[in-house]
């Protein structure tokens, strides 16, 4: 069973970095696919980014390219969200999530079976 944990978060200048974790506390981690997506104030969930059980693939939505990078720590079985350059636009509740399935799209939100408890990120002007 996987049991998706998030941290990291809160208040941001614009310009600035933060860091999210996901850590599961399951044993089959390793072989799942992970997703982050994000809702915006008023708006509908969005993908974010997602990385293959392997590692070796990822995937990132255009807005945030260049900006954002998504890695795993098999170990700690945890993956991270590193977010430099934060805008006001990326202000919303951000969510992780899994899914076994290593072949699908990665950015359905309809794909993933399992979801974090979600985490707020706030990027002031």
């Known amino acids: 069973q996987v049991q998706l944990t998030q941290s990291g978060g809160e208040l941001v200048q614009a310009g600035g970095s933060m860091r999210l974790s996901c850590t599961d506390s399951?044993?089959?981690?390793?072989?799942?696919?992970m997703g982050w997506f994000r809702q915006p104030p008023g708006k509908e969930r969005e993908f974010v980014a997602a990385i293959s059980w392997s590692g070796g693939s990822k995937y990132y939505a255009d807005s945030v390219k260049g900006r954002f990078t998504l890695s795993r720590d098999y170990a700690k079985n945890t993956v991270y969200l590193q977010m430099n350059n934060l805008k006001p636009e990326d202000t919303a509740a951000y969510y992780c999530a899994a899914v076994q399935d290593d072949s699908g799209s990665y950015v359905d939100d309809n794909e993933y079976e399992y979801w974090g408890q979600g985490t707020q990120v706030t990027v002031s002007s």
């Open positions: 399951g044993r089959t981690w390793s072989t799942y696919a």
